[in-house]
Nanobody
Framework: VQLQASGGGLVQAGGSLRLSCAAS????????MGWFRRAPGGDRDFVAS????????SYADAVRGRFTISRDNAKNTVYLQMNSLKPEDTGIYYC?????????????????WGQGTQVTVSS
């Protein structure tokens, strides 16, 4: 599976962005998907995850209520709608695919990673 993330950019605090992650291959619907982010000088932290069927989601406490993960298996795409953005949301956002099919917060449980897209939130 190859993953291509897009949709990042520069936005003011309080604004919104929608990230997309397009997957190659015919087995996209078999994978759970996740979004992670790496802040400047930080680790790769969990943001959100969605099960292979899209019926179960999980969010980091820092983004719950502001971010929404969704997927369209017909389009082989997973999305991350980010609202009420804060400067601390700044970082490189990565999408990832896991063969486990179920939501997972542990980056080591993911098998494939996209290249990342930069999100910068100005105050």
């Amino acid at each position: 599976v190859q993953l291509q993330a897009s949709g990042g950019g520069l936005v003011q605090a309080g604004g919104s962005l929608r990230l997309s992650c397009a997957a190659s291959g015919r087995t996209f619907s078999r994978y759970a998907m996740g979004w992670f982010r790496r802040a400047p000088g930080g680790d790769r932290d969990f943001v959100a995850s969605i099960s292979y069927g899209g019926d179960t989601t999980s969010y980091a406490d820092a983004v719950r209520g502001r971010f929404t993960i969704s997927r369209d298996n017909a389009k082989n795409t997973v999305y991350l709608q980010m609202n009420s953005l804060k400067p601390e949301d700044t970082g490189i956002y990565y999408c990832a695919a896991s063969r486990s099919r179920w939501v997972n917060v542990d980056p080591t449980e993911y098998d494939y990673w996209g290249q990342g897209t930069q999100v910068t939130v100005s105050s």
